[in-house]
């Protein structure tokens, strides 16, 4: 049996049952059990020994932790979020210990109701469910809230309805972060949390908890799924943002994150290489989607016969080749970052693999076949004038010459690279005395890593780098069949969570010939998919899920797909499979004419950008071709009462 405990009121005032108040989340016991404080004298002492774990930034809330395992969260008035800080003086912070009776918080309940908001506080036991009774005293006062089963044996019956009516008059976003949060088991059940473009993503303790048909419901909601080990609630661009702010003040301590680090530890082997190379590689993408899209102007103007000045045009492609050929840089300055290490060493890591006077390795390897129909080796080729710049510096080391050469343009070598010399670094770090650190530890891993980079990981990364990509690529550009198998999967690939292994392919196809035709094969895929939820929204008969599926659908059409196929399609499968057939015919069609985008990370109508270097009628056709078949077939083929 659990067993009952006894706890000091943190703050001076009359003790009132919890239940009593007006706030209805923390009265309906959603935060946990315990009292409120009406009338509090401005002070708030610790009730016991133990630690703050955390010191909301506004001030108005404090969680903390008995050195016994009580787990205290008190929320000074209500809705004094919104104070911004105002009217509150901290006297301690997040991490520190702290003994009974010691002054932890300092306001003004003067300003506080000055400013239009209650001066009640509630003090409630997050963890309740590890206790029986809890008893808060005071001055001879206390207030007793009972073990969970007999609380809900003493009030009877309560519908969730009941519960989340409460919630009907509140502003959008609170209402819909109080109602998940009573669906998902309350904060108890949550882990971390966190948001992406679109989607609340929860870590939580027992799913079986989550009452999902409830969730569904809430309006505002667009639909809700399981992905990569997260419960994941869709809300849209925008909105979520607003919810998650609002759905983190219902259990402060979720604000130091570590949702990404959860759900990592959970995924599987596939889904871990793909979260960290997206990791490293959503980072670089917005530099390389400026320059495509520069690219793809330059094109459009230069092909309606516009004449420039040779030096203008220069600095044009000053702007259009710099990422590319400094990409190495980028590439180990992010993994750096993801990994831990120094970003500066990452850059000039990166930037030794692409310094201006080792030859290129794709003109190495474009002279390669040339110099062996002659019979001649490298070494001996190197000599030769005519391949001057395009053989590999030959370097002595006494029993081995090894092959020296540039790596612009690649991605892989950097990748390696990154990840050895953040570990390294750290490595370092663990011996060498703070004293020399700042000077040791940084010539060791540039010097170390640069070393390996040209004689072990550069050859070969780049060896496996050209295999890989290079047997895709040929892929790609197989009439048909590579654009039709790819536009059909692309978006299956995406529900599994693993899509982000695709950015270093894109990467490479744009450093190594310039244009990106996965891009046009991804996005019909995504267009197939909008058409197919616009019509699913199109035959609704009830007007509020129609209003709800088109909401879902408008997204798609920008390049997010996740609303229409979690929020619609895949909930009813067939639409799901109908737009996959758009994908694969858009596909199809966008490898028979060859057509690939100036640059990535951009789709659908922002991706027209892309496509302004002559290609911009076929890309629309495309389009045109995944979006009608993906919603014809689901218009006609589709029985809504499915």
């Not at 197939?528 to 659908?553: H, N």
Request: aromatic share 8%; proline share 5%.
């Amino acid at each position: 049996m659990a067993k009952d405990i006894r706890i000091s009121s943190p703050l001076s005032g009359k003790l009132v049952p919890l239940n009593s108040i007006n706030d209805p989340v923390f009265a309906s016991g959603a935060m946990g059990r315990g009292v409120a404080v009406q009338d509090p004298k401005g002070q708030v002492f610790s009730p016991f020994d133990g630690e703050i774990t955390v010191f909301f930034p506004t001030g108005h809330a404090i969680g903390l932790k008995s050195d016994d395992g009580i787990e205290l969260l008190i929320h000074v008035g209500m809705d004094t979020v919104k104070m911004n800080g105002e009217g509150f003086t901290p006297k301690a912070e997040a991490g520190d210990k702290i003994k009974r009776g010691q002054l932890l918080l300092e306001f003004s309940p003067e300003a506080i109701k000055k400013a239009g908001f209650e001066t009640t506080t509630p003090v409630v036991v997050t963890n309740h469910a590890e206790f029986g009774d809890i008893t808060v005293e005071l001055d001879g006062q206390e207030v007793t809230a009972k073990a969970a089963a007999e609380e809900a044996a003493a009030a009877g019956p309560v519908e969730d309805d009941d519960v989340i009516k409460q919630f009907a008059g509140l502003p959008d976003a609170e209402r819909v972060a109080k109602s998940i949060m009573h669906y998902v088991g309350g904060p108890d059940n949550v882990r971390t949390a966190e948001h992406c473009a679109t989607r609340l993503r929860l870590i939580v303790n027992d799913k079986s908890k989550i009452q999902e048909k409830k969730i569904e419901n809430i309006e505002g909601v667009k639909g809700q799924f399981f992905a990569a080990q997260q419960y994941q609630i869709i809300c849209g661009t925008g909105f979520v943002d607003k919810v998650t702010e609002e759905f983190i003040k219902l259990k402060p301590a979720l604000a130091g994150g570590g949702g990404k680090e959860a759900a990592y530890a959970e995924m599987s082997l596939m889904q871990k290489i793909s979260r960290t190379l997206g990791d490293v590689f959503v980072p670089i993408i917005p530099v390389l989607v400026a320059t495509g899209l520069f690219m793809g102007c330059r094109g459009a103007i230069l092909s309606m016969g516009s004449e420039w000045d040779p030096n203008f045009l220069l600095m044009t492609q000053v702007l259009t080749d710099t990422a590319f050929a400094f990409l190495p840089a980028l590439v180990c300055w992010s993994t750096m970052n993801k990994f831990g290490g120094t970003a500066v060493i990452g850059i000039v890591l990166g930037l030794m693999l692409v310094f201006p006077g080792l030859p290129n390795a794709y003109v190495v390897g474009g002279a390669a076949a040339e110099i062996a129909e002659k019979g001649l080796t490298w070494v001996e080729a190197s000599a030769l004038p005519e391949y001057a710049g395009k053989t590999p510096i030959p370097l002595d080391l006494g029993f081995v010459t090894i092959p020296l050469v540039g790596y612009q343009g690649s991605v892989l070598p950097a990748l390696v690279l990154g990840i050895f010399a953040a570990k390294f670094q750290q490595f370092l770090k663990t011996f060498i005395p703070d004293m020399i650190d700042l000077i040791v530890t940084p010539f060791l891993t540039l010097t170390v890593s640069m070393a390996l980079g040209f004689l072990v990981v550069g050859p070969i990364m780049h060896g496996l780098e050209s295999i890989v990509f290079g047997a895709v690529q040929n892929f790609l550009t197989i009439p048909v069949v590579g654009g039709l198998i790819i536009g059909g999967l692309q978006q299956v690939i995406v529900i599994f969570g693993v899509h982000h292994v695709f950015s270093a392919l894109e990467i490479y196809l744009l450093s190594t010939q310039g244009s990106d035709p996965f891009n046009a094969i991804i996005t019909c895929a995504t267009i197939a998919q909008g058409g197919a939820a616009l019509a699913v929204s199109l035959k609704t008969q009830d007007p509020r899920k129609r209003a709800l599926y088109i909401s879902s659908t408008v997204p798609a059409f920008l390049g997010i797909t996740e609303p229409a196929i979690f929020g619609i399609n895949l909930r009813l499968m067939k639409p799901f499979m109908f737009g996959c057939v758009g994908g694969a015919a858009g596909g199809a069609v966008s490898s028979f004419l060859g057509l690939a985008g100036t640059g990535m990370g951009i789709t659908v109508l922002p991706g027209m950008l892309l496509y302004m270097n002559g290609q911009i009628v076929q890309y629309i056709i495309v389009n045109v071709i995944a979006f009608a078949v993906g919603f014809a077939l689901t218009y006609v083929l589709f029985k809504h009462d499915e």
